[in-house]
């Protein structure tokens, strides 16, 4: 083989290497639920909330403002990954509320009161805070399990993938048992009947949905797993 050839052949190859690593990497983005842009943003939020509100320091509240005004940009531009469709309203209408903080802030580093400044920085900082609780699942259980859910809903049952439903079917319920075992924090007792009630629909319904993959049942399957995204849509419920 010529070298003309090899090199050729590797370039291909390289290429497509770099193609199956890019879709795989997307892949991941999309049953990621975390959004890099409002991250980013923490930049901002850690010296203003964790330093200079304490200190009452107005000109370094000042300061952040440039930097402020461009990563807010970027969270308004963001785009949520699929795997957060569902949240797409609650996102929009925590954006409006973030976005109007953003400019309240930049009105208040424009004036002189310090006071004004500082209500701004509590308000920007509860506004940042309750849109990532919208991106953010409340339990780590609880994401684990939307997580490896996100397929079966959107992938595995609409395109009749049998062999995948039945392959997945065992750690879904594994995921399922693990939401069960979860004791809520202090702040949530209010909820904890509710949500013992929903997470033990949740493990029948996985049951459900491992007893038709263990039957080979195809239409179980799907009806199966519909019914387990609307037990987990009603365990999400429990903490609007």
Same mark, same amino acid.
């Given at each position: ?106 009105? %208040? /580093?424009? =004036?002189? $009161? ?7 920085? +509590? &308000? *920007? #900082?509860? @506004? !940042? ?82 007893? %038709? /993959?263990? =039957?080979? $049942? ?7 797993? +519909? &019914? *387990? #995204?609307? @037990? !987990? ?8």
């Amino acid at each position: 083989m010529s070298n003309k050839f090899r090199i050729l052949g590797l370039a291909v190859l390289a290429l497509a290497l770099f193609v199956g690593v890019s879709a795989a990497q997307e892949k991941t983005a999309e049953v990621t639920a975390s959004v890099p842009e409002f991250t980013a943003f923490h930049e901002v939020i850690q010296p203003m909330w964790h330093t200079a509100y304490p200190a009452k320091d107005g000109a370094a509240l000042r300061g952040l403002v440039p930097r402020m005004n461009e990563l807010a940009a970027k969270v308004y531009a963001a785009k949520l990954p699929a795997i957060l469709h569902e949240k797409e309203d609650n996102w929009i209408t925590g954006l409006e509320a973030f976005r109007k903080s953003v400019d309240d802030y930049n009105k %208040a /580093a424009e =004036g002189k $009161d310090d006071a004004v400044l500082l209500t701004a920085a +509590e &308000t *920007l #900082h509860a @506004k !940042y805070e309750g849109l990532g609780r919208v991106i953010r699942p409340v339990l780590a259980e609880v994401g684990a399990f939307h997580q490896a859910l996100y397929p079966f809903v959107h992938q595995y049952a609409p395109e009749n993938k049998y062999d995948k439903i039945r392959g997945g079917a065992a750690d879904l319920l594994a995921k399922a048992e693990a939401v069960a075992k979860v004791t809520l924090p202090a702040r949530q007792a209010a909820k904890a009947e509710a949500f013992k009630a929903a997470a033990a629909a949740l493990v029948e319904a996985a049951k459900a949905l491992a007893a %038709a /993959a263990d =039957g080979h $049942d195809h239409d179980g399957m799907v009806k199966g797993v +519909e &019914t *387990l #995204h609307t @037990k !987990y849509q009603a365990l999400e419920a429990v903490f609007e």
